[in-house]
């Protein structure tokens, strides 16, 4: 079974986050990058059912600059099979990078695609669900257990209160929750593996997709500092600083 | 605030690292942040050694990572001196251990053993299912290992040795034990698998430093070796100074990992610790020891980077890794021992690393040649004169 797995590049959640004096973006001297996380939680899913088979093709694909083959790479040394970079020289926003995926994954027909149910760093909770709209197949977002059985995939839905057990045919789009694994190190024999793997550039305006952007990023804050505490003499001044000042009761 | 505090790169040398070589760290680190560094303050206090971690480090391809061939991974120098970074940021027990089975036992057979004994022991070491120790030190010969009292007479077609060897790490842990002894043509190699008559050990107790790592006494009465059993091509004290020098040129880098465990841990104290109203790392001393702490990391960093690029173009000496080791270890020494001066009473206790990292580092200053060893093997080098030989 062919599975594709997008991969998006994100600082790593470690480093400090800076927002630009100007607002445009934040600043990223110094920012080390990372694969998102909830896609390495993708990636080891894939490795898992393609193990578990005994056979099938792992493809990684990401949208993004030159410097994006790092994480592609790193995704390859954990054990993907080969990888597409869509070389974008600017950034694109949501529904242009799922066009591009979409067009590619209609060529390269794999059974699942399975994705982040969200990047760490804008939090948008989209690409998943619009490859869905884009390719008429199922989805299943928020996955926690994958479970395939011939032509038809089982998941476990982390919703709100609970769980819920979704089955659909496949092909089909997953997306991947926290708790869906524990994703493998790249090992060193895999690092040195991943040299030699295929990793494919395709420019993306060549892929005929409408890449205009439809959304505009106006301005970027950064969250307020914390104020220090306060300390207050008794619970009536404490009553009446959270009635006057703070206004919560 | 700069973000390269977190991950202390001041001079942006990950510029100057490869896709794989950044790859590896980030592997290594993430490694090591979860599966050791939670449990080895634990280890340190218990004197034990987390045997759990071998097969770990072993399915990650630490062992031999910069040997060909042989179920080694193959990794470029600079890539292994990052592995011994991370490895000694949590402690240096762990490098050590990764040290001595890889730049002293399995270096030893790689580079003077037999095509039989590479093919017996190096891809079942770099599996960890064999572990190995190395040797040389005698109760009675550090500094000064050409003075060894081990000897290997010949009897047959096989050997009969006699003698002891003291401060081994991973001594009594160990399948096999490369050993030196000197023979009527001087020193050479032997590999003595555990269990063979007359071979025992015992372990050192007491050790205020370096407790997460196995240390023992090698005992030989009479051991019967094969012919099998010598490594060929080792002839000579320069045999084991090879090893040495592997193992040396890890530890330059092991010890930045130590130092900027200590930094890291100074630098979030003093800037959380509040005295006479105002934060530690707010006052002009405490400052110039944090910079004083990140101009000598940088400057380790600098060190280790050029020597590996030279190690891997093959043009390292000797005597470049003993400038390499005697710096950056005395660097993560002192560094150590002023992060545990600012961290006051919280300096002595094991819920911060840094007192550790600094008993753990007298040890690193002793061994593979003491400080002051290099001091005379580099003074030998640029006047041409050996103050010790
Ligand atoms: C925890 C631990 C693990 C070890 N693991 C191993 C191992 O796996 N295998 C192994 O073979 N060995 C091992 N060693 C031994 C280590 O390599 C020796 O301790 C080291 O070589 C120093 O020898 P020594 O302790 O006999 O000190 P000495 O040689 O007695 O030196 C004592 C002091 O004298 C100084 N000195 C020596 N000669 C001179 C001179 N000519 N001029 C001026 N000063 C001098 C030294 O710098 C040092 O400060 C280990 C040691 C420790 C503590």
Avoid at chain 2, 3 to 29: G, K, N, W
Avoid at chain 2, 244 to 263: D, E, K, S, V
Wanted: charged share 25%; proline share 4%.
């Amino acid at each position: 079974m062919k599975i594709l797995v997008p991969v998006k590049r994100v600082p790593d959640p470690a480093t400090t986050i800076r927002v630009l004096p100007d607002g445009s973006g934040i600043a990223t001297d110094n920012v080390k990058w990372v694969i998102n996380p909830f896609d390495e939680i993708a990636i080891e899913e894939a490795l898992r059912i393609k193990e578990k088979q005994g056979s099938g093709e792992v493809v990684l694909i990401s949208v993004g600059q030159t410097a994006w083959q790092e994480q592609l790479r790193t995704g390859l040394a954990m054990g993907a099979d080969r990888a597409i970079l869509v070389k974008a020289d600017t950034p694109l926003d949501t529904l242009a990078i799922a066009r591009a995926i979409a067009k590619v994954a209609s060529d390269e027909k794999p059974e699942l695609i399975i994705i982040g149910k969200q990047a760490i760093d804008d939090d948008s909770n989209q690409i998943g669900q619009m490859l869905a709209e884009m390719l008429g197949w199922p989805q299943a977002t928020f996955a926690s257990k994958v479970e395939l059985a011939g032509e038809k995939c089982t998941v476990v839905r982390e919703v709100d209160g609970g769980l819920e057990t979704v089955a659909f045919p496949m092909p089909a789009v997953i997306t991947t929750d926290l708790r869906l694994n524990e994703p493998r190190y790249a090992s060193l024999p895999g690092i040195m593996k991943a040299r030699k793997k295929p990793l494919n550039e395709i420019a993306v305006d060549s892929l005929g997709v409408d890449l205009a952007p439809k959304l505009k990023i106006k301005t970027l804050n950064a969250p307020e500092k914390r104020q220090a505490g306060r300390k207050v003499a008794s619970v009536e001044e404490l009553v009446q600083v959270l009635h006057t000042e703070a206004k919560v009761i | 605030m700069a973000d390269f505090i977190s991950d202390l790169d001041f001079y942006q040398l990950d510029e100057l690292l490869s896709p794989e070589d950044r790859m590896t760290r980030a592997a290594v680190r993430q490694f090591v942040q979860r599966e050791v560094t939670p449990h080895v303050e634990k280890h340190f206090a218990d004197s034990t050694f987390p045997l759990e971690l071998i097969p770990r480090l072993a399915e990650f391809g630490v062992f031999g990572a910069n040997l060909k061939g042989y179920g080694c991974a193959g990794m470029n120098n600079v890539a292994y001196g990052l592995i011994m970074q991370e490895l000694e940021a949590a402690d240096s027990g762990l490098r050590s251990f990764a040290s001595v089975q890889s730049a002293l036992a399995m270096y030893a057979i790689y580079a003077w053993g037999s095509e039989e004994q590479k093919n017996r022991y190096l891809p079942l070491m770099a599996q960890g299912k064999l572990i190995g120790c190395f040797g040389l030190t005698e109760p009675d010969h550090g500094s000064d290992p050409g003075g060894m009292e081990t000897r290997a007479r010949k009897d047959g077609h096989g050997w009969i040795l006699n003698g002891m060897k003291r401060w081994i790490t991973n001594g009594s842990i160990a399948d096999l034990a490369v050993v030196w002894a000197k023979i009527d043509q001087g020193i050479t190699g032997f590999i003595v698998e555990k269990g063979a008559p007359g071979f025992s050990t015992r372990d050192i107790h007491g050790k205020f430093s370096m407790r997460a790592s196995i240390t023992s006494e090698l005992f030989f009465d009479d051991v019967r070796l094969d012919a099998g059993a010598q490594l060929p091509a080792a002839r000579g004290l320069k045999a084991p100074l090879a090893c040495l020098t592997q193992a040396r040129y890890g530890i330059a880098w092991g010890a930045i990992g130590a130092a900027r465990t200590c930094y890291q841990c100074a630098l979030d104290y003093t800037r959380a610790r509040k005295q006479f109203s105002r934060p530690l790392a707010g006052y002009q001393l405490v400052q110039n020891k944090l910079v004083n702490m990140l101009t000598e990391i940088t400057k380790a960093q600098l060190i280790c980077l050029r020597l590996g690029q030279m190690k891997d173009a093959g043009t390292m000496r000797p005597e470049h890794v003993s400038l390499a080791k005697r710096n950056n270890v005395q660097m993560a020494l002192d560094i150590a021992r002023t992060a545990r001066d600012m961290l006051g009473a919280n300096g002595i206790v094991n819920e911060y690393p840094v007192i550790r990292h600094m008993l753990n580092l007298e040890t690193v200053n002793t061994y593979e040649g003491a400080y002051d060893v290099h001091t005379l093997i580099l003074g030998r080098d640029i006047t041409g004169i050996g103050a010790f030989d």
